[in-house]
């Protein structure tokens, strides 16, 4: 399998953060997927955002969960860019999608929409929660889905596999050679996060994972040549 290079929000290190801009710039920049983040609006949009509420990435304050789609798309997501929502990314980029759910009722509207635009050949599912991986596999036959690892032991691994998931999003600064032997014992893939430096780049190498997780779309160039 070639080596993957996902920008993490798009290319959040160059452009703001999870808006149509930084997808776009992803794709244009050669990324391989692009990874977003979803949360459910108060009227049940799937909107892109990586945070619960707005404060840090808009002009605007509060929890998403209390706004209506027609609200959040008021606030400015940076250089006067928009709040998304899922199907807009869809349509702005062909790239394949890495897309992460905070919970079992994300999982059920994604599932939705998966299902309805027959994704599951486009989209890979993460979240770092058990249930929400296991509930999107059970709603969406033969949808990829990952586990996401922050502070984690080689029990993460089982963890994976009770979920269904076939990809673990490892946090690099935490993964050891154990888990990534356990978790190939278990035919899992491994994805590095977030790998934005030459050392990040040859540690994910050195221990042979199959991509890197990125805010920079240098990271793809120079990766072909980093052992």
């Known amino acids: 399998m070639n080596f993957l ?57 509060g929890p998403i969960a209390e706004k209506t789609l027609a609200e959040l798309r008021t606030l400015d997501a940076g250089r006067g860019e928009r709040v998304p929502v899922f199907e807009e990314v869809l349509d702005a980029v062909k790239a394949p999608l890495q897309a992460e759910i905070k919970d079992v009722a994300a999982a059920r509207a994604l599932a939705e929409v998966l299902l309805r635009r027959d994704l599951v050949g486009r989209v890979e599912v993460s979240s770092f929660h058990d249930e929400a991986v296991a509930e999107i596999g059970r709603l969406v036959p033969g949808v990829r889905t990952a586990l996401i690892g922050s502070h984690f032991g080689p029990d993460i691994v089982t963890r994976a596999v009770d979920a269904g998931a076939t990809t673990l999003c490892l946090n690099i600064r935490r993964v050891t050679l154990e888990v990534v032997e356990e978790a190939r014992k278990a035919d899992l893939r491994i994805i590095g996060w977030v790998v934005n430096t030459q050392d990040h780049l040859r540690l994910v190498r050195a221990l042979e994972l199959d991509g890197a997780t990125t805010d920079y779309p240098e990271i793809k160039r120079t990766g072909r040549f980093t052992a």
């Open 5 to 61: 290079t996902i920008g993490h929000r798009g290319i959040m290190g160059v452009e703001p953060e999870n808006t149509l801009r930084s997808f776009v710039a992803a794709q244009q920049g050669g990324l391989d997927v692009i990874e977003l983040d979803l949360h459910l609006s108060k009227d049940g949009a799937l909107v892109v955002m990586h945070d619960t509420d707005v404060d840090r990435t808009t002009d605007g304050t």
